[in-house]
């Protein structure tokens, strides 16, 4: 009875509104109608604010889940209908007689109070307005407005659904992008990610976006279902540092038969190379085998890093030594190139540097161990020495079939059609090319080499007022552009890259998307140039709190957030939720910049029936160069 005499009243009031409201088209017929099909869950209350909206829950509600539900009101504001959206951030219950003193005696003794327990309760929610939208009277369509006024107590508010939504962004639907539905509800949230370039499908400029949360929280698999998002724009460049193999091992082929397969994620199952084939998007996945080293630093590091000294005796501190000793040689004596260091005779070249006295004086500085040396000099096996030792690591700085330079790599950004790269800088990978020698140094100066070579390729194409319209995406980032300063300069100089392309490249068109574990361990100057940002489970506490708070001022958001439960605690993956907290312009809902909350699909089913990803025309990627597992001599 109650909630059918809300109804009416609010079918008369919208009726009235539109009988005495000429500025009404059919956009707004048409969501009234729309809203005057759902139940509404509450009024807004007093005090209210242009910022913060206290809403009045109903008693047919009071008894539903409404924390996080994205909600809409209907408003007048300078002679024009506007509807306001928002999620609830929180319910209060209050009950004032309960408070008092003695009535709380009586409660503690008895535990109810007739006719005051239950009945005089009152739930109060507090409504965070992210956007608000007015008719186009020249158009009839909805388009973007703000919440100017604070409309009357009273006003209804209902909980929003796909067709509502789908009405107030009609004009828009074609852009419309899914990564989940409205935190703890099964309406789906609409987001969009537009290119970095010109044009209508395109932002003007480069954004950077920044994915957190702990193990677990399903980073990487949001990361991934952005990367599509973005794959649909043939002219948009995406570029993927993968250190730990997490983007490169779902598309694999198979050396039995050359068909492709799947790695399965738990139970998100994305198949990356079908989807990227229906968009007609260029793919590359490349690993060391392929990719042609061309800097001294880097053959120095893994020469060092390698079993080529040792065998010869030359161990510790001493290793340090002959390697820079060799370098030093090679470069500025026998003037030996990269590419030519495999040659037979360039080893045997080497060889001859260090028998020579005064070398081996620049090394060891007493007898004993030069004796050592020259002993093993004259008994050692040399073609065992070339062939196991030396050739293979030649072998990464010359030009071999199947393999390319980093910069004929990093050309491929500057055609109209742009692919998606994943270098695949794995531990797994290296001991698969049984490259026994790779560390977190030598996968730190191949990171620093391509991106000077992508922002060297950012700055010429800005110069000839090109958009390089590239997003680079950074897996574990906080190994890599950490707080703190790193003792190895290899590691520092990277960081101190990371950070000067974030505060440069955007103009040209070059952005940045950084997935970490821990919020508080990357650098401030990172997180402050985020303009987008996805925060999952794990950061609620200690210095990621902390950190969370500097950046979401809002205290109601970060008590939703905190809310969030770990994945892992569900009793099985259907029923597993991975909540983000966003916050940014990612969503046609969150242009006042407030955070948006959702639980991103947990179905890669669901993920590409809502995207529509498989029902792109299918091309043929004859050039597309894909990440084999066959074996090479190196």
């Not at 929003?160 to 539905?181: A, R, V």
């Amino acid at each position: 009875m109650i909630a059918n005499n809300i109804n009416n009243n609010k079918n008369n009031n919208n009726n009235n509104n539109i009988k005495n409201n000429d500025s009404y088209l059919n956009c707004d017929i048409k969501l009234n109608q729309l809203l005057s099909d759902t139940e509404p869950i509450g009024t807004i209350g007093s005090p209210s604010s242009t910022s913060e909206i206290s809403l009045n829950i109903l008693q047919n509600a009071v008894t539903k889940k409404l924390i996080g539900e994205l909600v809409i009101f209907r408003y007048i504001q300078e002679s024009k209908s506007h509807y306001s959206l928002g999620q609830i951030t929180e319910i209060e219950l209050k009950n004032v007689l309960l408070e008092d003193p003695t009535i709380k005696s009586v409660a503690r003794q008895r535990g109810l109070v007739n006719p005051i327990s239950g009945i005089q309760d009152t739930h109060v929610g507090k409504l965070l307005c992210s956007a608000v939208f007015s008719n186009n009277k020249d158009e009839d369509f909805f388009e973007t407005s703000l919440l100017g006024t604070v409309p009357a107590t009273g006003t209804y508010i209902h909980v929003t659904n796909d067709s509502i939504l789908n009405s107030l962004l009609e004009k828009y639907l074609d852009k419309i992008f899914y990564l989940g539905y409205v935190y703890g509800s099964q309406t789906k949230l609409p987001m969009w990610f537009k290119h970095f370039g010109d044009g209508i499908d395109g932002a003007g400029e480069a954004y950077h976006l920044g994915i957190f949360g702990t193990t677990g929280s399903g980073k990487s698999t949001l990361a991934k279902m952005i990367l599509m998002a973005y794959s649909k724009y043939p002219e948009m460049g995406l570029f993927v540092f993968d250190p730990v193999g997490e983007f490169s091992k779902d598309v694999m082929f198979d050396n039995s038969n050359g068909s492709s397969h799947r790695l399965k994620n738990n139970d998100f199952s994305l198949d990356i190379k079908e989807i990227l084939n229906s968009l007609g998007k260029k793919f590359e996945i490349v690993n060391i085998r392929n990719l042609i080293l061309d800097r001294w630093e880097l053959f120095e590091e893994i020469l060092y890093e390698s079993s080529f000294f040792p065998n010869l005796s030359i161990k510790g501190e001493n290793k340090r030594d002959a390697v820079n000793v060799l370098i030093n040689e090679i470069k500025n004596r026998l003037h030996i190139s990269l590419t030519n260091l495999v040659e037979l005779e360039s080893f045997q070249q080497i060889l001859d540097i260090l028998r020579n006295p005064n070398i081996q004086l620049l090394i060891y500085s007493t007898s004993e161990p030069r004796a050592r040396l020259n002993t093993v000099l004259s008994e050692i096996d040399e073609n065992y020495l070339y062939e196991r030792f030396w050739k293979p690591i030649c072998q990464l700085f010359h030009y071999r079939p199947g393999a390319q330079t980093v910069d004929s790599l990093l050309k491929r950004f500057t055609n109209d059609e742009k692919p998606l790269v994943i270098v695949d800088l794995s531990l797994q990978s290296a001991h698969h090319l049984k490259l026994d020698y790779w560390n977190e140094t030598i996968q730190a100066l191949i990171l620093k080499r391509i991106l000077y070579g992508l922002i060297n390729l950012g700055e010429k194409s800005w110069q000839q007022n090109i958009s390089l319209n590239t997003l680079v995406v950074l897996d574990e980032a906080h190994r890599f552009a950490r707080r703190e300063k790193y003792e190895n300069s290899d590691f520092e100089n990277l960081r101190l890259t990371l950070l000067d392309a974030v505060r440069t490249t955007r103009k040209y068109g070059l952005g940045w998307m950084f997935i970490s574990t821990s919020l508080s361990s990357v650098h401030k100057d990172i997180l402050q140039q985020l303009r987008i940002m996805f925060c999952g489970f794990g950061l609620s506490l200690g210095s990621d709190l902390a950190t969370l708070k500097e950046l979401v001022s809002d205290h109601n958001a970060l008590k939703l957030y905190q809310s969030f439960t770990d994945p892992a605690s569900s009793f099985n993956t259907k029923s597993r939720k991975y909540s983000f907290m966003s916050q940014g312009p990612m969503s046609p809902l969150s242009f006042a910049g407030t955070p948006l909350f959702l639980n991103v699909f947990n179905s890669s089913e669901t993920f590409v029936k809502e995207n529509k990803l498989l029902s792109y025309k299918k091309k043929s990627i004859s050039n597309s160069l894909t990440y084999t597992q066959d074996n090479y001599d190196f």
